[in-house]
Nanobody, 124 residues
């Protein structure tokens, strides 16, 4: 499985970004696949922010609810994270991750497959 993130960059507070994660090696039609977005700021632990199950059900970290939206395009084997109303606390390296089977949780240790990350910096 290969996961490649893109879409990060520098944005002003209040701005928006859309991250993408292109997946190869398996298809989204494979049952029980869960995809997630995680982030890690310098000196901080990696934290789960959003996950989406193969049937489209989603879950979010409380701090991003109402601002971030996770979605997937099965035809393109691509995962997205739309981020709105960004603030400096959202600055981090963002990673997508994938797992097969089990519960779709926001726990990084549950995911065996990871991308290389894309940097998001929110600053004026």
């Amino acid at each position: 499985v290969q996961l490649v993130e893109s879409g990060g960059g520098l944005v002003q507070p209040g701005g928006s970004l859309r991250l993408s994660c292109a997946a190869s090696g398996y298809t989204y039609t494979y049952s029980s696949i869960c995809m997630g977005w995680f982030r890690q700021a310098p000196g901080m632990e990696r934290e789960g922010i959003a996950a989406i199950d193969f049937d489209g059900s989603t879950k979010y970290r409380d701090s991003v609810k109402g601002r971030f939206t996770i979605s997937q395009d099965n035809a393109k084997n691509t995962l997205y994270l739309q981020m709105n109303s960004l603030n400096p606390e959202d600055t981090a390296m963002y990673y997508c991750a994938a797992k097969k089977g089990g519960l779709c949780l926001l726990l990084s240790e549950a995911y065996p497959d990871w991308g290389q990350g894309t940097q998001v910096t929110v600053s004026s």
